[in-house]
Each structure stands twice: as structure tokens, then as C-alpha cells.
Nanobody, 127 residues
Framework: QVQLVESGGGSVQAGDSLRLSCVAS????????LGWFRQVSGKEREGIAA?????????SESAEGRFTISQENAENKYYLHLQMSHLKPEDTGIYYCAAAGGGSWHTRGRCYDPDWWGEGTTVTISS
């Protein structure tokens, strides 16, 4: 199993920046893709940014140019970050850290078929 724990959510003003973090522990050698998803009430969970174990990244159209995903591997854990800049009210939502194994890949900010999920951290952007 892989455990994912997010941190860094909060309430900020439009135009501000925020950094989300996620620690992945457990059987991390099974991970091929790490990513961030956002869920807004009444909508499907949306892939925002993803990165594979080689460091290749992809972003959703809404995140491209404003968000940066990064990961570090140390002490048998992955440390995943999402640096968000120029935040907009439409960035509001619950942000979930996700990990996928089994040779998963990613495109447009979404890991294919995540196997493990964090519990989410809330981000609120006010205008």
C-alpha cells in the first residue's frame, strides 16, 4: 500500500500564491506517476498536474503557466509539491494528491488510473 498525506491548503486572495505538499510513503517503489487533482462540488475530479518518476511533467490547460509540480525521492518517500501562482477564484476546490502504479502514464495533468489517493486539502480563493 501507499499512503498519501497532503498539506498546505488554505484561503488566499486572487493573485496570491500557495504551495501544496504531499508525502507518499509505504510501497513507493510501485509508483510510476504522481499527480494533483481538484474537485469542485457537483463536478468530476479534474487532473491538474502530474509528474512521473523521471520528472516529466504535464498540466491541465487551466494550470499551464501558473502551476509547477515537482517531486523529490528521499528516505524511501516521495515528496510531491504543487506551487500555485496567480491564483483565481475558479482554482477553488479540494485538492487531492494521487499516485498510480502499474506502468501508469500521464497526459494533460492527469495520471492514468490512480491507485492511491490522499484525503484532500481545501483551497479557497476569494476575489
Amino acid at each position: 500500500q501507499v499512503q498519501l498525506v497532503e498539506s498546505g491548503g488554505g484561503s488566499v486572495q486572487a493573485g496570491d500564491s500557495l504551495r501544496l505538499s504531499c508525502v507518499a510513503s509505504g510501497y513507493v517503489d510501485r509508483i510510476d506517476c504522481l499527480g494533483w487533482f481538484r474537485q469542485v462540488s457537483g463536478k468530476e475530479r479534474e487532473g491538474i498536474a502530474a509528474i512521473d518518476t523521471d520528472g516529466l511533467t504535464s498540466y491541465s490547460e487551466s494550470a499551464e503557466g501558473r502551476f509547477t509540480i515537482s517531486q523529490e525521492n528521499a528516505e524511501n518517500k516521495y515528496y510531491l509539491h504543487l506551487q500555485m501562482s496567480h491564483l483565481k477564484p475558479e482554482d477553488t476546490g479540494i485538492y487531492y494528491c494521487a499516485a498510480a502504479g502499474g506502468g501508469s502514464w500521464h497526459t494533460r495533468g492527469r495520471c492514468y488510473d490512480p491507485d492511491w489517493w490522499g484525503e484532500g486539502t481545501t483551497v479557497t480563493i476569494s476575489s
